[in-house]
């Protein structure tokens, strides 16, 4: 069963803190402290951990500290949402300095995040079965006015129960200097098999490949025995931060070899910066050795990842994605 956190009220509590990256040039920090300002008038609180503000060989603080930072934000039951910072390289670090009881024994709150961060999202659910949310860092809410898919993140958190979301209208290929979206492409699904129509159901999993990837065949891996808990099936959601074609199929192959795409009954694919083909081989290549055996649909350039706009995805969440002429609706539902 799927621990749900409560839906998060307008005078709440946010904790933030870098589980991987921290936050130390000058025009990162006026900008966090823009996203902070804007929560604040939105009518949040921030409570802003120690390591927010240091960085040094990629990471805030030392894993066992940012372990630390983060399990006193998740005990604390005056905080009813924990953002992340940003993401970064190496989360993976403090996996092992998580405390297995304080995280059974305390009440679920949301963490939210993506990219690195969306390592710990993934552990959290996989291994205790905790909803998480893979979708804004906290650095994204550091603009001068807040674009709209944020506000729809926000608003998520707050539902009760059936969350529906289609996709946006137009995308950003290249950032603004403001830190606004540069909404620019237009937004177009695509089925890896070219049907024009179709309906996945299954329990939402997923985040950045490269982060979650880390731990397959560690001690933090238990994704087959998740998976295996719904017998109504996976649906899988993916991206990748800057992977080339090759390592892309070499990831997803080694999550495929890892039983993680069993019980799978299709596949959400993020938009990629991966489009450069290396010699004769193409992100297309690589989607089509992992996934054309498995007979199961494949849709991608899904609102996912790093190319912002993105959706907010629930881990454990019970999902429904409709496809129909190159646009998509995703459903979740607190079951």
């Given at each position: 069963?799927i621990?749900?956190?409560?839906?998060?009220?307008n005078?709440?509590?946010?904790?933030i803190?870098?589980?991987s990256?921290?936050v130390?040039e000058?025009?990162?920090?006026?900008r966090?402290?823009l996203?902070?300002s804007n929560?604040?008038e939105?009518g949040?609180?921030?409570?802003?951990t120690?390591n927010v503000?240091?960085?040094k060989?990629?990471v805030?603080?030392l894993p066992?500290?940012?372990a630390?930072?983060?399990?006193?934000?998740y005990?604390?039951?005056?905080?009813?949402?924990i953002?992340?910072v940003r993401?970064g390289?190496?989360?993976?670090e403090m996996?092992?300095f998580l405390?297995?009881?304080?995280?059974k024994?305390?009440?679920?709150?949301?963490?939210?995040?993506y990219?690195?961060?969306?390592?710990?999202n993934?552990?959290l659910?996989t291994?205790?079965n905790?909803?998480?949310i893979t979708?804004?860092n906290?650095f994204?809410?550091?603009m001068?006015?807040?674009?709209?898919s944020l506000l729809l993140h926000?608003?998520?958190?707050?539902?009760?129960?059936?969350?529906?979301?289609d996709?946006?209208?137009?995308y950003?290929?290249e950032?603004n200097?403001d830190?606004s979206?540069?909404?620019?492409?237009?937004v177009?699904y695509k089925?890896?098999?070219k049907?024009?129509s179709i309906t996945?159901k299954?329990r939402?999993i997923g985040g950045?490949?490269?982060?979650?990837a880390?731990?397959i065949g560690?001690?933090?891996?238990n994704?087959?025995?998740?998976?295996?808990?719904f017998?109504?099936?996976i649906?899988?959601?993916?991206?990748?931060?800057?992977?080339?074609?090759?390592d892309?199929?070499?990831?997803?192959w080694q999550?495929?070899?890892?039983?993680?795409?069993?019980?799978?009954?299709?596949?959400?694919i993020?938009r990629t910066r991966a489009l450069k083909?290396?010699?004769?081989?193409t992100?297309?290549d690589a989607?089509?050795k992992?996934?054309?055996?498995?007979?199961?649909?494949?849709?991608?350039d899904?609102?996912?990842?790093h190319?912002?706009?993105t959706?907010t995805?629930i881990?454990?969440?019970?999902?429904t994605?409709?496809?129909?002429?190159h646009k998509?609706?995703l459903i979740m539902?607190?079951?």
């Amino acid at each position: 069963m799927i621990k749900y956190p409560r839906p998060i009220k307008n005078k709440d509590i946010i904790g933030i803190t870098a589980t991987s990256s921290g936050v130390v040039e000058k025009e990162d920090i006026l900008r966090l402290d823009l996203a902070i300002s804007n929560l604040e008038e939105l009518g949040f609180t921030i409570k802003e951990t120690e390591n927010v503000r240091t960085n040094k060989k990629f990471v805030s603080a030392l894993p066992e500290e940012r372990a630390k930072e983060f399990l006193e934000l998740y005990q604390d039951d005056s905080i009813s949402m924990i953002a992340q910072v940003r993401g970064g390289e190496f989360l993976m670090e403090m996996l092992a300095f998580l405390d297995n009881t304080i995280l059974k024994k305390s009440n679920p709150k949301w963490i939210t995040g993506y990219s690195d961060s969306s390592l710990l999202n993934f552990y959290l659910t996989t291994n205790f079965n905790i909803a998480t949310i893979t979708s804004m860092n906290i650095f994204k809410f550091g603009m001068k006015k807040l674009d709209s898919s944020l506000l729809l993140h926000l608003d998520i958190l707050k539902a009760n129960d059936k969350i529906v979301q289609d996709n946006f209208k137009y995308y950003e290929e290249e950032r603004n200097l403001d830190n606004s979206f540069n909404l620019t492409k237009k937004v177009i699904y695509k089925s890896l098999y070219k049907e024009e129509s179709i309906t996945i159901k299954g329990r939402l999993i997923g985040g950045c490949i490269e982060a979650i990837a880390t731990i397959i065949g560690t001690k933090y891996d238990n994704t087959t025995k998740f998976i295996k808990q719904f017998p109504e099936g996976i649906l899988w959601y993916l991206e990748d931060f800057m992977a080339n074609p090759l390592d892309l199929y070499r990831l997803l192959w080694q999550m495929r070899e890892a039983n993680w795409f069993q019980n799978s009954n299709g596949f959400l694919i993020g938009r990629t910066r991966a489009l450069k083909e290396i010699e004769d081989f193409t992100y297309l290549d690589a989607l089509h050795k992992v996934f054309d055996d498995m007979n199961v649909p494949v849709i991608y350039d899904v609102d996912i990842g790093h190319l912002m706009p993105t959706i907010t995805v629930i881990n454990g969440s019970l999902g429904t994605f409709k496809y129909k002429n190159h646009k998509g609706t995703l459903i979740m539902e607190k079951k």
